[in-house]
């Protein structure tokens, strides 16, 4: 267990509907980061919150938005969903920007 | 730009050892991050170095040279079980890390 909780871990859904991962950082860390990973491709970066405050912005899709809430557990929201949006999506966290990261299990999400 | 090359894939023998190669081109630099991923699984920290030199760590190694851009982490004694990704990423000037796409290794009895 790497201390950062991804939830759920498996995700099945239609073309067109919304769903909401969940992540919940190591405690003591205060930067979250999402990464959406297709298959066979790198890690993509989405999003960074730093103490509740979006930090960086990748290439993050319109359809795509994201937050950190007080207690610093984070949500990724994904839109009218497409075909092409199945993938792992990572959550990370590290204590400060710059530090290494820790790496939650990941949620797949098959579009179907 | 800001810029990781790593080799796509590379193959290697059981027992022996890999050197996997990463060079960076990046404005700024505060340290430079090697991770493992297995097929469908999460990233793990392997190594990280910010000053030139190898860090030795078990079985992998990782060495700097911020003159030149480049880094390479080295894997002795290979297991069937180092099969897999192997992850660059440099912090650069605004502590945001940048990722290499990764080296996919494969290892054969």
């Known amino acids: 267990d790497s201390g950062v909780t991804q939830t759920p871990k498996h995700l099945i859904t239609a073309t067109g509907q919304r769903v909401t991962l969940r992540c919940s950082p190591r405690s003591g860390d205060l930067s979250v980061y999402w990464y959406q990973q297709s298959l066979d491709q790198g890690l993509q970066f989405l999003i960074q919150?730093?103490?509740?405050?979006?930090?960086a912005k990748g290439n993050i899709l319109e359809r795509f938005s994201a937050q950190q809430f007080p207690d610093l557990h984070s949500e990724l929201n994904l839109s009218s969903l497409e075909l092409g949006d199945s993938a792992l999506y990572f959550c990370?966290?590290?204590?400060?920007?710059?530090?290494?990261?820790?790496f939650g299990s990941g949620t797949r999400l098959t579009v179907v | 730009g800001q810029n990781i090359d790593q080799p796509t894939e590379m193959t290697a023998t059981e027992g022996a050892i890999v050197q996997i190669n990463c060079t960076y081109q990046t404005s700024g630099f505060n340290g430079l991050f090697w991770y493992q991923q297995h097929a469908g699984e999460a990233p793990t920290f392997l190594s990280y170095?910010?000053l030139d030199g190898l860090e030795e760590k078990g079985r992998f190694s990782s060495f700097l040279s911020r003159s030149k851009g480049y880094s390479y982490l080295l894997l002795k004694e290979l297991q069937m079980k180092d099969s897999a990704s192997y992850l660059c990423a440099v912090s650069g000037s605004n502590y945001q890390l940048i990722w290499g796409a990764g080296t996919k290794l494969i290892i054969k009895p």
């Open positions: 990370a966290s590290s204590a400060s920007p710059g530090e290494s990261y820790t």
């Open positions: 170095n910010v």
């Open positions: 919150y730093y103490n509740g405050e979006e930090r």
